[in-house]
């Protein structure tokens, strides 16, 4: 299988951002019905999770068509002189 380094960048991101936001909500749902982790909102964790692993592959998107990279910060690949290194404007 052949994955471009774009994909695999927005895959990464989506899984990591969705992962964060499913620990968020646990812990707010835990804390504000100071119940255990078993009454946790389940549907809510899921669907927020969801949600901004979804936001997190349109930003990409946007990213790839306004930049042509995965990154906002990199205005285009030409300005990069290394991997992790951006060149100011």
Do not use: C, F, Y
Request: proline share 3%.
């Amino acid at each position: 299988m052949n994955i471009t380094p774009a994909i695999m960048d927005a895959a990464e991101r989506a899984v990591s951002t969705a992962a964060q936001t499913a620990i968020a909500v646990i812990g707010v749902d835990a804390v504000t019905q100071q119940v255990s982790i078993v009454a946790v909102d389940w549907p809510l964790v899921a669907g927020a999770a969801a949600l901004a692993g979804v936001l997190s592959v349109l930003k990409t998107l946007a990213a790839l068509s306004s930049t042509g990279t995965t990154s906002l910060a990199i205005k285009s690949p030409e300005k990069v002189k290394t991997k992790g290194e951006h060149v100011a404007e």
